[in-house]
């Protein structure tokens, strides 16, 4: 591997400097082999060979500087003060296959200074739905943290109850999130410029050729940010705990919690059993980036050349930027030409979704069946199954949209239409009962399931032959889908 290990070379109030604290007797859960060409793992023998012992805390490579971040956060809408790497450790800085940053970070890897009333460690269960989700946003081409796999192990940790202590190497662009500069602002003001020069040189330094570098930067990072969430929106994810210490810098999806993909289709749901007003709910998402940011980009008034004016045009472009990205991302989901009539017949098709909560995958999946029913017998089953949920009333409307919906599919070229279908609507997400039976299946000692999911979200846009019924059941209609415990 390329080590690029910058940010041990920052002041040291920023981290804290130290190995992980080693699980008892380690076992392999499942590892990433796409994620270790990617790094260049798999080019050296010592960390294939020695991988569930580096995973483990047992063994730390000599090239590894493990370290824990400091950095402070607002969540849900309160200033929590100083938080940081309460479990977690930044082992190594690396350069990818492409010439691109990537953090390696060891999650559960025991106490730190930060870890507050935590004791520093991950259970298997929390583990396992974050190493499936960072594979399926990434294979969805959404920005997102990935992992080059995770360990199981005898620590025995408590949460609701006794539960197997596990650590995963989850694989990042940064780990640098906007609450570092909340904790900075807070408690070494001094530090901004030097640390603000480091974000801009390390992760943005196309902004070096910018008149104004630092605004090129935070203009970029509000774009980031605005893309990133528009596609959340757009395959239904909802990330459930949108604290500012869980929001990165580069727009990548981070520090998977209470997460869940869209079933039945209901804006307003809430995934995360802890948010009691729905401030994280999947229809809030957009606005709640937006309000991480307008609280996140005053700190860099410090700076000199940096005003409230600078700022505000600064934030200006996020609503644009999510608008633009999502309407477009809609457009391609129905295989129609981006223009106003499309965008009138999408949200009606959003309103025909939420009227009889269907089913959001399968139902943007199964349109295909009605464009081009010769070609998707899959999708025509999919298609039959969510017309016989709709009341003689709601059949009504249906008929009246896909007849107005097939003549402007025309407008395009079907060959274009059916591969911007095709290519943006996945026949899988991982869906949460999907991964509760890979999680009781790992529990009795049983990585098959983990691995098969693993293989099925690799390849989320077409239809596979390990595939289960159970892989796309959406659960009834009144049986509300299942939050999701902040406990991990």
Excluded at 330 to 358: I, V
């Amino acid at each position: 591997m390329r080590y690029q290990n910058t940010y041990v070379n920052l002041d040291t109030r920023l981290y804290h400097e130290q190995p992980p604290t080693p699980l008892d007797a380690p076992r392999a859960g499942h590892f990433n082999a796409q994620v270790a060409q990617q790094l260049g793992w798999t080019d050296n023998e010592d960390l294939m060979t020695n991988w569930v012992e580096i995973l483990g805390g047992q063994y730390v490579p000599s090239d590894f500087k493990p370290l824990a971040m400091a950095y402070a956060g607002h969540q849900f809408g309160q200033w929590a003060g100083q938080l940081g790497d309460g479990r977690g450790l930044l082992m190594a800085q690396v350069l990818d296959s492409n010439g691109q940053p990537q953090d390696l970070h060891l999650k559960g890897a025991g106490l730190t200074p930060y870890s507050r009333m935590g004791d520093g460690r991950a259970v298997l269960r929390s583990t396992i739905r974050e190493y499936l989700c960072g594979h399926a946003l990434t294979q969805l081409d959404i920005s997102s943290s990935n992992a080059l796999g995770f360990v199981v192990s005898d620590t025995r940790v408590r949460r609701e109850r006794i539960e197997a202590g596990a650590a995963l190497m989850r694989v990042a662009d940064s780990h640098i999130r906007l609450g570092h500069a909340e904790w900075i602002a807070s408690f070494a003001p001094d530090l901004l410029g030097e640390f603000t020069d480091y974000m801009i040189d390390t992760y943005y330094p196309e902004c070096r050729d910018s008149d104004a570098p630092i605004a090129a930067f935070l203009t970029s990072v509000v774009e980031r940010t605005a893309r990133m969430i528009a596609d959340w929106q757009l395959i239904g994810f909802a990330h459930g705990v949108m604290n500012t210490d869980n929001l990165s810098i580069t727009g990548s999806t981070l520090d998977f919690g209470p997460f869940g993909f869209m079933e039945r289709f209901n804006p307003a749901w809430i995934n995360n059993h802890s948010d009691h007003t729905g401030r994280y709910a999947y229809q809030n998402q957009p606005a709640i980036g937006h309000w991480n940011l307008n609280v996140w980009l005053p700190h860099f008034m410090r700076l000199q050349g940096i005003s409230r004016e600078t700022l505000s045009e600064c934030l200006a472009p996020y609503e644009s930027t999510f608008m633009q990205h999502y309407q477009q991302g809609l457009c391609r989901k129905l295989g129609l030409p981006h223009q106003s009539d499309s965008l009138s017949l999408a949200f009606e098709w959003l309103t025909l979704l939420e009227d009889n909560l269907l089913d959001y995958t399968n139902s943007f999946r199964a349109l295909l069946g009605l464009v081009a029913p010769n070609d998707h017998p899959y999708e025509q089953k999919l298609l039959t199954t969510m017309t016989t949920e709709l009341s003689l009333e709601a059949q009504q409307v249906w008929q009246d949209w896909s007849i107005r919906y097939l003549a402007q599919v025309e407008q395009l070229p079907i060959e274009q239409a059916i591969n911007d279908m095709r290519t943006n609507n996945p026949v899988y997400v991982l869906r949460n009962s999907m991964a509760q039976r890979a999680i009781t299946a790992a529990e009795q000692g049983q990585f098959e399931e983990v691995d098969r999911v693993y293989r099925l979200l690799a390849n989320p846009y077409h239809i596979q032959e390990i595939a289960t019924d159970l892989d796309t059941s959406a659960p009834a209609p009144n049986v509300p889908q299942m939050p999701i415990s902040c406990s991990s």
